[in-house]
Antibody
Framework: QVQLVESGGGVVQPGRSLRLSCAAS????????MHWVRQAPGKGLEWVAL????????LYADSVKGRLTISRDNSKNILFLQLNSLRPEDTAVYYC????????WGQGTLVTVSS | DVVMTQSPLSLPVTLGQPASISCRSS???????????LNWFHQRPGQSPRRLIY???NRDSGVPDRFSGSGSGTDFTLKISRVEAEDVGVYYC?????????FGQGTKVEIK
């Protein structure tokens, strides 16, 4: 069955960096585009970024452009999100989701940006 | 960006009764291929979202048939024919036609 397991979250000071991972299993990872979506505490869902199946095309929300970078390693079935220059407003649960239509989601990993 | 507006934002329902959630987009969600990319998600408390409906009216595998989606262009609806206790949580619409992808604010469904 499809499984997506995020990791890498934690507490980080403003201005620092963090790298999130999403380990995929149960499907042919290299044939699916992948999203990152985040949810601030008590708030709704915010789309963050998408990467094409081959990694050659990447799209970002304006709110994170230039600070967050999506990437993938198809040989290891892992999706990444590099978060740089973190701000308190980046505090959220970060989910990875499969395919253009976001048909499967992971359980999320919490990133807290605080001094 | 395409703005997705859901209503109501809070929906108290009686078990066994129907429920309906509206989602309106600021632009048409008809893509150049002729399809309309409007999805519905359900998020139970403490859980990650689960997709229920894709391309307006197609139920995902394992989704009970009491859930149905309809609509076209900029106006969409999610209906639950008879609400069950497990249906509580927040429902989101999401458009997959334009970049960036955008979600509605969410509709919280609770049992009266």
């Amino acid at each position: 069955q499809v499984q997506l397991v995020e990791s890498g979250g934690g507490v980080v000071q403003p201005g620092r960096s963090l790298r999130l991972s999403c380990a995929a299993s149960g499907f042919t990872f290299s044939t699916y585009a992948m999203h990152w979506v985040r949810q601030a505490p008590g708030k709704g869902l915010e789309w963050v970024a998408l990467i094409s199946s081959d990694g050659n095309n990447k799209l970002y929300a304006d709110s994170v452009k230039g600070r967050l970078t999506i990437s993938r390693d198809n040989s290891k079935n892992i999706l990444f999100l590099q978060l740089n220059s973190l701000r308190p407003e980046d505090t959220a649960v970060y989910y990875c989701a499969r395919h253009w239509g976001a048909d499967y989601w992971g359980q999320g990993t919490l990133v807290t940006v605080s001094s | 960006d395409v703005v997705m507006t859901q209503s109501p934002l809070s929906l108290p329902v009686t078990l066994g009764q129907p429920a309906s959630i509206s989602c309106r987009s600021s632009q048409s969600l008809v893509y150049s291929d002729g399809d309309t990319y409007l999805n519905w998600f359900h998020q139970r408390p403490g859980q990650s979202p689960r997709r229920l409906i894709y391309k307006v009216s197609n139920r995902d595998s394992g989704v009970p048939d009491r859930f149905s989606g309809s609509g076209s262009g900029t106006d969409f609806t999610l209906k639950i024919s008879r609400v069950e206790a497990e249906d509580v949580g927040v429902y989101y619409c999401m458009q997959g036609t334009h970049w960036p992808r955008t979600f509605g604010q969410g509709t919280k469904v609770e049992i009266k």
